[in-house]
Antibody
Framework: EVQLVESGGGLVQPGRSLRLSCTAS????????MAWVRQAPGKGLEWVGF??????????ENAASVRGRFTISRDDSNSIAYLQMNSLKTEDTAMYYC??????????????????WGQGTLVTVSS | EIVLTQSPGTLSLSPGERARLSCRAS???????LAWYQQKPGQAPRLLIY???SRATGTPDRVSGSGSGTDFTLTISRLEPEDFAVYYC??????????FGQGTKLEI
């Protein structure tokens, strides 16, 4: 059974940093991309970014709203994905979900959709 | 960036009725790379449909996805009590970001 467990959330002041972790089990972690999605209180889902598997370059993509502040990385030996969040703003307050992102190639193009989700970790940015 | 617009914002129906939820994209979604997710209060989202019409593991047969290009639909043929939730579409056919729609709340 696939399991994703996020940790590291909490209350943090604006301008400070926080690192979220996502510990995975039940699948070959190194073979899959991993994504982060967030949801502000009472709002909809916002795609934050993802990291490809090493076999597909291990590169990352981020939403414009977090580019230059958030960094996604991975530790394949321990099956952990990370979201490093710097220069946090009050508008970053949200539940942060880790997801497995399945690689879907077709006609020379590829996309990734989230087939499994963790339960989320809450990040509150407030003074 | 592709913008997804879901309609209606809220859909009020009764158990046993048919629900049709719409997701319209600002430009064509390559390869019909469109997914649907269900979210219940206090829970993480759950994948229902990928590739516009393929059911994820565990998605019941009464839930189906259709459409192509810019217009997509999620249909629930006979509503069960557990179907009342918020539904989101997401496109993953363009270069990132893989944008979500704003959601449709399906209520009794």
């Amino acid at each position: 059974e696939v399991q994703l467990v996020e940790s590291g959330g909490g209350l943090v002041q604006p301008g400070r940093s926080l690192r979220l972790s996502c510990t995975a089990s039940g699948f070959t972690f190194g073979d899959e991309a991993m994504a982060w999605v967030r949801q502000a209180p009472g709002k909809g889902l916002e795609w934050v970014g993802f990291i490809r598997s090493k076999i597909h370059g291990g590169t990352t993509e981020n939403a414009a709203s977090v580019r230059g502040r958030f960094t996604i990385s991975r530790d394949d030996s321990n099956s952990i994905a990370y979201l490093q969040m710097n220069s946090l703003k009050t508008e970053d307050t949200a539940m942060y979900y880790c997801t497995r992102a399945l690689y879907t190639p077709h006609d020379g193009w590829s996309g990734y959709y989230s087939d499994c989700w963790g339960q989320g970790t809450l990040v509150t940015v407030s003074s | 960036e592709i913008v997804l617009t879901q309609s209606p914002g809220t859909l009020s129906l009764s158990p046993g009725e048919r629900a049709r939820l719409s997701c319209r994209a600002s430009q064509s979604v390559r390869n019909n790379y469109l997914a649907w997710y269900q979210q219940k209060p206090g829970q993480a989202p759950r994948l229902l449909i990928y590739g516009a019409s393929s059911r994820a593991t565990g998605t019941p047969d009464r839930v189906s996805g259709s459409g192509s290009g810019t217009d997509f639909t999620l249909t629930i043929s006979r509503l069960e009590p557990e179907d009342f939730a918020v539904y989101y579409c997401q496109q993953y056919g363009s270069s990132p970001p893989y944008t979500f729609g704003q959601g449709t709340k399906l209520e009794i």
